[in-house]
């Protein structure tokens, strides 16, 4: 039974930083990509970030690129998500997920384990 763990989240004053981590149990998850994703309140789930299952290539929408930068270690089965300069719109539950391939993808439906969620809440 794999499981996906997230931690980190928590309140957070605008500009700040935090680290999210997402912690892989049941089996070794180091040949999948993996990617973060965000649900505001009210609102869709949404892709912030990707990684290869090495670490190579990742990606980020304009939303967060150059604030947000995830990571991975794969000795541990764990990954990332640095994310600073943080904004009130950043407040969301954010969700690790598993890729069922190496690489990542907008998709949700092409995720296969997922994580309970982490809550961030940026005040402003």
């Known amino acids: 039974q794999v499981q996906l763990v997230e931690s980190g989240g928590g309140l957070v004053q605008a500009g700040g930083s935090l680290r999210l981590s997402c912690a892989a149990s049941?089996?070794?998850?180091?040949?999948?990509?993996f990617g973060w994703f965000r649900q505001p309140p009210g609102k869709e789930r949404e892709f912030v970030a990707g990684?290869?299952?090495?670490?190579?290539?990742?990606y980020y929408p304009d939303s967060v690129k150059g604030r947000f930068t995830i990571s991975r270690d794969n000795a541990k089965n764990t990954v990332y998500l640095q994310m600073n300069s943080l904004k009130f719109e950043d407040t969301a539950v954010y969700y690790c997920?598993?890729?069922?391939?190496?690489?990542?993808?907008?998709?949700?439906?092409?995720?296969?384990?997922w994580g309970q969620g982490t809550q961030v809440t940026v005040s402003s």
């Open positions: 997920a598993t890729h069922r391939t190496r690489a990542f993808s907008f998709a949700s439906s092409d995720y296969i384990y």
């Open positions: 049941g089996r070794t998850l180091s040949n999948n990509g």
């Open positions: 990684i290869t299952w090495s670490g190579a290539d990742t």
